[in-house]
T-cell receptor
Framework: DGGITQSPKYLFRKEGQNVTLSCEQN?????MYWYRQDPGQGLRLIYY???????QKGDIAEGYSVSREKKESFPLTVTSAQKNPTAFYLC???????????FGSGTRLTVV | AQTVTQSQPEMSVQEAETVTLSCTYDTSESDYYLFWYKQPPSRQMILVIRQEAYKQQNATENRFSVNFQKAAKSFSLKISDSQLGDAAMYFCAYRSYNRGSQGNLIFGKGTKLSVKP
């Protein structure tokens, strides 16, 4: 079945560490997105990519980095510069034209 | 910039009854899309219903329907015959039709719906 796979489901980060969240899709969607979800804050856009080898900053990109070397993959790195990384992270993809997103099942990141 | 407001942080409904979740948005655009997403305790985001702004007819999907009032910039979700499985966070989202927006969805902060047996 086609879909979006995020891994790991739970991730723990020590202070000063970089961690990478995986997002893979087999839907052949052009666009991919990373959102951060905090209680009472809704979903906030971190980064997005419309095509391979191109990506754009969203509203809260500071402390994060991404790459898009393959259409299927859009990993998110949470760097040590992100001061409050504890949150739920959602990856999504969308066909090149219309409609809404298809979401992954998310990764819960906790700083220990 | 567009904004989406969900004024009800929490709602409650009795099983089999009807509930309406409110959403308003602010935009200067005339063409756009509106969505309702459901996030159950599993935290998987599920698309519930979609509305194109150029369509006057309100979208429906089984027990879910919307009341789209373009002039008032209102997009409420009605859930009929509520079921225990409807308990979830519900997010309203806006997407510009403008290519320059890159297709990004703008989300409200969500409404937590509880269903009482």
């Amino acid at each position: 079945d086609g879909g979006i796979t995020q891994s790991p489901k739970y991730l723990f980060r020590k202070e000063g560490q970089n961690v990478t969240l995986s997002c893979e899709q087999n839907l052949n969607h052009d666009a991919m997105y990373w959102y951060r979800q905090d209680p009472g804050q809704g979903l906030r856009l971190i980064y997005y990519s419309q095509i391979v080898n191109d990506f754009q900053k969203g509203d809260i990109a500071e402390g994060y980095s991404v790459s898009r070397e393959k259409k299927e993959s859009f990993p998110l790195t949470v760097t040590s510069a992100q001061k409050n990384p504890t949150a739920f992270y959602l990856c999504a993809s969308m066909p090149g034209s219309l409609y809404g997103y298809t979401f992954g099942s998310g990764t819960r990141l906790t700083v220990v | 910039a567009q904004t989406v407001t969900q004024s009800q942080p929490e709602m409650s409904v009795q099983e089999a009854e009807t509930v309406t979740l409110s959403c308003t948005y602010d935009t200067s655009e005339s063409d756009y899309y509106l969505f309702w997403y459901k996030q159950p305790p599993s935290r998987q985001m599920i698309l519930v219903i979609r509305q194109e702004a150029y369509k006057q007819q309100n979208a429906t999907e089984n027990r879910f329907s919307v009341n789209f009032q373009k002039a008032a910039k209102s997009f409420s979700l009605k859930i009929s015959d509520s079921q225990l499985g409807d308990a979830a966070m519900y997010f309203c989202a806006y997407r510009s039709y403008n290519r320059g927006s890159q297709g990004n969805l703008i989300f409200g902060k969500g409404t937590k719906l509880s269903v009482k047996p």
